[in-house]
């Protein structure tokens, strides 16, 4: 597949309040016969063209335990090994909740064991944002979202502030 063909093909991103947003993704087996290059290269593409740094499968209603991250990670049936004690309150946003961000508190470092798109196990440490967009990632892979991780009333706050970027996008 050419490279400026591939990035026409893009997948339908689920928003809030789609039913597969709350999907929980158990591991997948890796004996099937996926084509998980193909899989992988479209959730990036679609990724891509949202400006997203993450994307889960459920949310473009795969039923399978993935997600891509920029800079061409693709993680399947990813585990977290190991979290920092130390946590940071970050800004974070998610494609299913288009102009919605919030401050979500989560560990600054996450060990992360998982397979490629090639079916090749590794395992790495992530910081910084790569280290919340994984779980942030792996959150909606449980079936949990980052409005769950906020109070009632920040999350009426922010839903104000996004309404009012709606508008003006519109």
């Known amino acids: 597949m050419k490279s400026d063909e591939s990035n026409k093909h893009i ?4 928003l809030y309040p789609h039913d597969a947003l709350r999907q929980k993704i158990d591991e997948t087996d890796l004996t ?3 084509e ?12 891509e063209s949202a400006d997203g740094l993450g994307l889960a499968a459920n949310q473009v209603s795969i039923g399978i335990r993935m997600f891509t991250m920029r800079d061409r990670y693709t993680f399947i049936n990813p585990t977290i090994q190991e979290v920092s004690k130390n946590t940071t309150l970050t800004e974070e946003g998610c494609l299913s909740f288009p102009n919605l961000f919030m401050s979500v508190q989560r560990p600054d470092w996450v060990v992360v064991e998982w397979f490629d798109e090639k079916l090749v196990k590794k395992v790495d ?7 919340k967009c ?19 009333l920040k999350y009426e706050r922010a839903k104000k502030k996004q309404r009012k970027l709606n508008d003006r996008t519109r």
């Open 11 to 14: 997948l339908k991103v689920n």
């Open 36 to 47: 998980w290059d193909k899989i992988s290269q479209l959730m990036h593409n679609t990724m």
């Open 134 to 152: 994984i779980q942030h990632e792996i959150d909606h892979l449980d079936g949990k979202l980052f409005i769950d991780k906020v109070s009632k």
């Open 32 to 34: 099937q016969d996926l």
């Open 125 to 131: 440490r992530f910081t910084d944002i790569w280290a």
